[in-house]
C-alpha cells in the first residue's frame, strides 16, 4: 500500500503569534485549554511537542532581542520585516500593574530579588516579571549616558514604535529620578504616565536628569506668593476671568491663597532630592484630594489652571514668565491626568 506525501519546503521562520504571547506570559499548558486540540483533531503529545518547537525557536531569537537592530541584521532566521517588528514590539511591551510595583524604585539586584512577591501580588508570572524588568534595566543602561532626545535614543537602539519608546522615555526617567509612585493613592499606571515631569521628552539635548538649572530658577517665582500685593492682584484677575464659569467658584475664591502657596511651594522646593521624589505625592495631597471633597469638576480643574497661569502674564511686576509657562504647563499637564471626576 502506498501513501502519497505532498511536502513544502522553505526557510521562512513560522511564528505562531499566539504561542509567542504565551512564552512571553510565561505560559505553556494554556495552549491546551485553547480548544486547539477539537479544531485541528490533534494530540495532546503533537501540540505539546508543536510548543516546544516553537518555545525553542523563541529562546534562540532571545539574545538577538536584547539588541533588536541584530535581529533586522542577522541571517540565521528568516523573518519578513513585518514579523520582527512584532516580535520586537512583544517583547518589550510590559503589564502596567506590574510596573506600578517596580515604577520609581532602583532597577538594582535588591529590587530583583523582590520580584517573586511581585509575581504574587499582580498575578503576572514570575518569567515575564524578570522579562520586563530586565528590559527595563536593558534600555535605562543603553540610553543613560546619550545626549540628545530620550524617546529618538530608544527608538535608534531598540526600534520600539513611538507610543512604546515614550512609555520608555518615562520609566527611564522615572527610574533616574526616584518618584514615589508606590503608595495606594497613587496606584493607577495611568495617573502618572507621562508625567512631563518637569523637563521635555522632545528637547533637541536632553538627558536622563531633571534639568538643574530649571529647578533653581522656580525658586524665583515665589515672588507670586511673598509680595502681598502681587497675590492680591493675581488673585483678582483670575476670579474676575472665572466669575460664572466654575462650579466651584465660591470654594475657589475662599481658598485660591492657599492654592497659590501650594503650587509655588512644590516648585520652589525640587531642588531637593526628597521633595522631587514626593512630588505626585504632594499633587495627590494637596490638589487631587482637596478638589474631589470640594466636588470640582474636571473641567473645573483646567478651567482654573488655565487662568491661573495665563493671568500671571499681566502683572508687570512679574518677570520670570517663560519659566513659568514650563512649570504650569507640566504642573497642568500632571494633574489633569491625575484628576477624574
Same mark, same amino acid.
Given at each position: ?135 527595563? &534595566?536593558?534600555?535605562? &543602561? ?41 503608595? &495606594? ?36 517665582? &515665589? ?119
Amino acid at each position: 500500500m502506498t501513501t502519497n506525501l505532498d511536502i513544502f519546503v522553505g526557510n521562512t521562520t513560522l511564528i505562531d503569534e499566539e504561542v509567542y504571547q504565551l512564552w512571553l506570559d510565561g505560559y505553556s499548558a494554556l495552549r491546551l485549554r485553547s480548544g486547539i486540540l477539537e479544531q485541528t483533531g490533534a494530540t495532546v503529545d503533537v501540540l505539546q511537542s508543536d510548543t516546544m518547537d516553537h518555545y525553542r525557536t523563541f529562546y534562540m531569537l532571545e539574545r538577538l532581542l536584547h539588541s533588536p537592530p541584530k535581529l533586522l541584521n542577522q541571517l540565521l532566521f528568516q523573518i519578513p520585516p513585518y514579523r520582527q517588528t512584532m516580535l520586537i514590539e512583544r517583547y518589550y511591551a510590559f503589564d502596567e500593574a506590574f510596573v506600578r510595583e517596580v515604577l520609581g524604585k532602583k532597577l538594582s539586584k535588591g529590587t530583583k530579588k523582590d520580584l517573586d512577591d511581585i509575581s504574587v501580588k499582580t498575578g503576572v508570572t514570575l518569567k515575564s516579571c524578570r522579562r520586563q524588568f530586565d528590559n527595563f &534595566k536593558r534600555v535605562f &543602561k543603553a540610553v543613560e549616558e546619550l545626549r540628545g532626545s530620550l524617546v529618538e535614543n530608544i527608538q535608534q537602539h531598540f526600534l520600539l514604535s513611538d507610543r512604546l519608546a515614550r512609555d520608555y522615555a518615562a520609566i527611564v526617567f522615572f527610574a533616574n529620578s526616584r518618584f514615589e509612585t508606590g503608595k &495606594k493613592k497613587l496606584q493607577k499606571w495611568a495617573s502618572v504616565v507621562f508625567p512631563l515631569a518637569l523637563t521635555d521628552t522632545n528637547v533637541d539635548d536632553m538627558d536622563v536628569d531633571l534639568d538643574k538649572e530649571f529647578l533653581q530658577g522656580l525658586k524665583e517665582l &515665589k515672588i507670586l506668593i511673598t509680595d502681598k500685593d502681587l497675590l492680591d492682584l493675581h488673585k483678582s484677575l483670575v476670579c474676575t476671568s472665572l466669575r460664572g464659569k466654575l462650579s466651584v467658584y465660591n470654594e475657589m475664591e475662599a481658598n485660591f491663597k492657599n492654592l497659590s502657596r501650594a503650587l509655588i511651594n512644590i516648585a520652589s522646593k525640587l531642588t531637593h532630592s526628597k521633595d522631587v521624589r514626593d512630588f505626585f505625592v504632594d499633587l495627590v495631597e494637596k490638589f487631587v484630594e482637596p478638589f474631589r471633597s470640594d466636588k470640582w469638576t474636571s473641567n473645573d480643574v483646567r478651567l482654573f489652571l488655565s487662568q491661573y497661569t495665563a493671568c500671571a502674564h499681566s502683572l508687570e511686576a512679574f518677570r520670570h514668565q517663560a519659566l513659568w509657562e514650563r512649570y504650569m504647563g507640566t504642573l497642568k499637564a500632571c494633574l489633569l491626568k491625575m484628576y477624574h471626576d
